[in-house]
């Protein structure tokens, strides 16, 4: 048996030395596979099909909140409770499914006053409620600080789960909504696009929830699918609320990093562009920008400037164990 892995000076490595990304792949490898398992590790949910399934797949997933990372401790709890819902709607809404049942787990530490988690289970079940996502029990454990740990089933019909990996060179990106500012609050109290993504279903090739940061979220779906991604930087649709940011940091910058957007990022075949918009118009008042295009550079994600210079995107975005980087720290010409 291999004993623990260390570095070139045999320093025991930390999660801090290899990052999120490479601690994912290390446990991916250790997980055994299944036949009923569709899609496991590295999408947005893992997607099962059970034997009499009557025709539906049902893709599991889930996401922790934790005090210090995720939101500080003066948040108020129904936000607390509306963002641990609100990211697994997200990635069951990436998958083109519709939600189902959740598990709530609960770390806390025993002087939490009880009003304080009235009020985180306020705002979860008020916003699992309005997409008729049923909270069906969890548990509760304490620790040193507040943690809420969401557990969520979705439904999709067989084989319609929308995958990151569906991209092909020469499909076009869109993203819904607005980018870039989630430091002012937005994070905390955003709409999760359950509605958009059961549509997009019909509509998408690939599909991933912006929690990452586009710039990450792109290179992800670019690396599922073995492809690339050139963006437009014009066409980045900038939220106000970035725009608001007086911290020297250019607010397309913003857009492209910060992430917790829980916007869908999408790629759409090209020749189905102008059917599409024409039904989006009908069906929401909500944006959907075209941003960009798949490439066929693999793993390659870059914003594109008018002037023709690009910038690399690679290390751009959110990691948890590693501070997150500036994404147009400097332009390359090609």
């Keep these: 048996m291999s004993g623990p892995a260390r570095d070139s000076v045999g320093r025991m490595e930390t999660l801090r030395d290899i990052g999120e990304l490479a601690a994912i792949e290390r446990i991916a490898r250790r997980l055994p596979g299944r036949r ?175 929690s990452d940061g586009l710039a990450a979220d792109a290179r992800h779906l670019a690396t599922m699918s073995g492809a690339g991604c050139d963006l437009d930087a014009r066409a980045v649709p900038v939220s106000d609320a970035a725009r608001a940011l007086r911290d020297g940091v250019p607010p397309l910058d913003h857009a492209l990093r910060d992430g917790e957007d829980f916007e869908l990022l999408f790629a759409l075949a090209e020749e189905r562009e102008d059917e599409f918009m024409a039904a989006w118009r009908k069906a929401f008042d909500l944006p959907c920008t075209r941003i960009g295009i798949v490439t066929d550079r693999a793993g390659l994600v870059r914003c594109c400037f008018p002037d023709g210079a690009t910038v690399a995107l690679e290390g751009a975005g959110y990691a948890h164990f590693r501070q997150a980087s500036s994404a147009c720290a400097a332009k390359t010409t090609g």
């Design 36 to 210: 009923d398992v569709v899609v496991g590790v590295g999408d947005d949910c893992a997607v099962v099909r059970l034997s009499g399934g009557a025709g539906v797949d049902w893709v599991l997933t889930s996401d922790p909140v934790v005090q210090g990372t995720h939101f500080a401790a003066e948040t108020a709890p129904e936000d607390v409770g509306h963002k641990a819902v609100g990211r697994v709607l997200s990635d069951i809404a990436a998958m083109g499914a519709d939600p189902r049942w959740g598990l709530i787990d609960i770390v806390a530490p025993s002087a939490l006053p009880v009003a304080t988690l009235d009020g985180l289970y306020r705002g979860a079940v008020a916003l699992a409620g309005a997409h008729d996502f049923c909270i069906v029990g969890g548990d509760l454990s304490e620790g040193p600080a507040l943690e809420a740990h969401v557990f969520g089933v979705g439904a999709v019909p067989c084989g319609r789960a929308v995958l990151r990996s569906g991209a092909r060179p020469g499909d076009l990106l869109f993203v819904t909504g607005t980018l870039g500012g989630s430091a002012s609050g937005r994070h905390l109290r955003f709409e999760p696009r359950v509605k958009e993504g059961r549509w997009l279903r019909d509509w998408a090739g690939a599909m991933i929830d912006v």
